[in-house]
């Protein structure tokens, strides 16, 4: 049972370029989530999804698309990354009430 | 403005003390989390409460609606308890301290 896995763990960007990170579950939780996390700001929300077809924006969507065709994936997709976008991203799964949240192991992106 | 606030944002305690770190709140939640960071970066969840008090090993959540207050206490803290411990609430969003770092020395 893998839980939440999120890749890569690593990532260097030049300005301008675009990725895509990615985000699996297998626990069948309905809501997924996208944060960044930056010093002295704790985590921030960027997009979520309640389940598959559905998305929303958070705190700080801007830069940032997702979809959610599936329960289990929940792709996170910088178009043309910035300087700015240079940080550590977290995937989150909830069961909707059932449990506390389930993390992926992180993304540290930077952008150059 | 922070819609979820932690104190303190920096603790010291020597092994074995007993560790208190609070978290307020100024929305209206369905449910409140702990969560934990150590070094390497990973984030568990240790707690999800919406009412009263949760015990798991040497952690013990508590909640307090009325006032908008949660605390999570450490008894008989160890160095491997040393990371950063997160509150966060689910409102109409989710929100996040910006956490409390812990270090217990040997």
């Known amino acids: 049972n893998a839980g939440v896995t999120q890749t890569p763990k690593f990532q260097v960007l030049k300005t301008g370029q675009s990725m895509t990170l990615q985000c699996a579950q297998d626990?069948?939780?309905?809501?997924m989530s996208w944060y960044r996390q930056d010093p002295g700001m704790g985590l921030r929300l960027i997009h979520y999804s309640v389940g598959a077809g559905i998305t929303d924006q958070g705190e700080v969507p801007n830069g940032y698309n997702v979809s959610r065709s599936t329960t289990e994936d929940f792709p996170l997709r910088l178009l043309s990354a910035a300087p700015s976008q240079t940080s550590v991203y977290f995937c989150?799964?909830?069961?909707?009430?059932?449990?506390?949240?389930?993390f992926g192991s992180g993304t540290r992106l930077t952008v150059v | 403005k922070n819609e979820v606030e932690q104190s303190p944002q920096n603790l010291t305690a020597q092994e074995g003390e007993f560790i208190t770190i609070n978290c307020s709140y100024s929305?209206?939640?369905?449910?409140l989390h702990w969560l934990q960071q150590h070094p390497g970066g990973g984030i568990v969840s240790l707690f999800m409460l919406s009412s009263g008090k949760k015990k798991h090993g040497r952690l013990i959540a508590t909640i307090n609606i009325q006032e908008k207050h949660s605390s999570l206490h450490i008894t008989a803290s160890h160095p491997r308890d040393s990371a950063v411990y997160i509150c966060?609430?689910?409102?109409?969003?989710?929100?996040f301290g910006t956490g409390t770092s812990l270090t217990v020395i040997p």
């Open positions: 966060a609430v689910t409102g109409n969003q989710f929100y």
């Open positions: 626990m069948n939780h309905e809501y």
């Open positions: 989150a799964t909830e069961g909707l009430g059932r449990g506390g949240y389930t």
């Open positions: 929305v209206g939640i369905s449910a």
